[in-house]
């Protein structure tokens, strides 16, 4: 079972073990408003085994998130960011591109990905990354990142291909996917699933009375892409909150 909770927040139920991505698990984060999903239908989904960490800015490794999840999950974050979360008592890893970690019977593996890691405006500096989660379903969580020439390694690799196709904002700095160029990694990694994520969850509340429904194109533009370029892969569009079964 795949929830998607929101921005880059999925929970994977997978062979008895529960990952959860990214957790941003608040209502509002500095300017920006959650406008989908219920805040407390999330935190009862929470009870989770590992914690997969894409970079270090504040939308994506959000310290009062982490306090919010119940047990002591397993951290795994990029190397160099270890010491935000050691002194509050969390079980850390830290990882780069390549290694590999086993938590019950799956492998978790750190990809590579094209993104400004460093946590703004004075922050560490880490590496952002991706991963991949094996088990009797094999699934990528690209994290943030642009295109890169080590996605064509994963083709033959995936099952379920977890993609940003957008953001919060009305435009995208660099390090990010459009619907266009989310499309081009489903083309690139030919899973049978592409779920977009990191969409129309979050966005400045100044501009909800000019944006009555916030960032609601790009994952409907993505499905209508990959339908052209990559028919061979099934697109799940989820709002937040929605799950889907991996087996279908």
Known sequence: MLRFLGHSTVLLELDGVRVLTDPLLVDRLGPL????GEIES?????????VL????????????????LGGRPRIVVPSGLGHLLTPRGHDVVEVTAGEQLRVGSLTIEAIPALHHGGRRPLGPRGAALGFTVRGSSRVYFAGDTDLFPEMHALAGTVDVALLPVWGWGPSLGPGHLDPRRAAEAVLRIQPRIAIPIHWGTFYPFALARFWPRPLGHPPQAFAKEVARVAPGTEVR?????ETTNLRD
Not at 33 to 36: E, F, G, L, M, V
């Open 33 to 36: 408003h959650r406008h989908a």
């Open 237 to 241: 569009v989820l709002a937040p909150g």
């Open 42 to 50: 999330l935190l009862e989904e929470a009870d989770v085994d590992v």
């Open 53 to 68: 960490i894409s970079h270090a800015h504040h939308d994506h490794l959000h310290l009062p998130s982490l306090r919010r």
